[in-house]
T-cell receptor, first 116, second 113 residues
Framework: DTAVSQTPKYLVTQMGNDKSIKCEQNLGHDTMYWYKQDSKKFLKIMFSYNNKELIINETVPNRFSPKSPDKAHLNLHINSLELGDSAVYFC???????????????FGPGTRLTVL | KQEVTQIPAALSVPEGENLVLNCSFTDSAIYNLQWFRQDPGKGLTSLLLIQSSQREQTSGRLNASLDKSSGRSTLYIAASQPGDSATYLCAVREETSGSRLTFGEGTQLTVNP
């Protein structure tokens, strides 16, 4: 199946731990994103990479560090987890960036992170 | 700063009704607008993408319109079905923001059989 996939789907961990969420897309897209959906269901961009290069870096604590080993993967590493990090994290991808007509974004199923 | 608002926040209708979901945005300098559907506990499914130069897009029973100058979009769902029950999100891509999407808070739709 062609899709954006994320692992794990659920992640429950203690405060202070370090965790990673992985994202892979097999759509041949050049651009990948991380979004955070908070408890009020509001979605907000965190990061975006184009061909392994960081192009969007929103005001996110530096405990969050994205890593893109290749253009098909964008992982999210979170250090020293805090209660407020509990949310659903969505990965997305699109074919183009900037003034591109191929900018439709396709989303993964989400990772529900719960910090205890 | 771009702000996207969706009205109503929740909507409950009987099966078979035609309905309209509204989305407004404060900065009309957008490149495109995308409508998504999100089922409980699931990811987002892209429904329709409207480029800023377009006025509307249609897919099956869905029709989305865009009035860029007034900062508005509507999603029209014809002959609603219980399977249409979900949260509908609109998101805009601004001309100067690179690839990011700015989302509204969504309309939670319930179609009752």
């Amino acid at each position: 199946d062609t899709a954006v996939s994320q692992t794990p789907k659920y992640l429950v961990t203690q405060m202070g731990n370090d965790k990673s969420i992985k994202c892979e897309q097999n759509l041949g897209h050049d651009t990948m994103y991380w979004y955070k959906q908070d408890s009020k269901k509001f979605l907000k961009i965190m990061f975006s990479y184009n061909n392994k290069e960081l192009i969007i870096n929103e005001t996110v604590p530096n405990r969050f560090s994205p890593k893109s080993p290749d253009k098909a993967h964008l992982n999210l590493h979170i250090n020293s987890l805090e209660l407020g990090d509990s949310a659903v994290y969505f990965c997305a991808s699109s074919r183009g960036v900037w003034r591109s007509s191929y900018n439709e974004q396709f989303f993964g199923p989400g990772t529900r992170l719960t910090v205890l | 700063k771009q702000e996207v608002t969706q009205i109503p926040a929740a909507l409950s209708v009987p099966e078979g009704e035609n309905l309209v979901l509204n989305c407004s945005f404060t900065d009309s300098a957008i490149y495109n607008l995308q409508w998504f559907r999100q089922d409980p506990g699931k990811g987002l499914t892209s429904l329709l993408l409207i480029q800023s130069s377009q006025r509307e897009q249609t897919s099956g029973r869905l029709n989305a319109s865009l009035d860029k100058s007034s900062g508005r979009s509507t999603l029209y769902i014809a002959a609603s079905q219980p399977g249409d029950s979900a949260t509908y999100l609109c998101a805009v891509r601004e001309e100067t923001s690179g690839s990011r999407l700015t989302f509204g808070e969504g309309t939670q739709l319930t179609v009752n059989p």
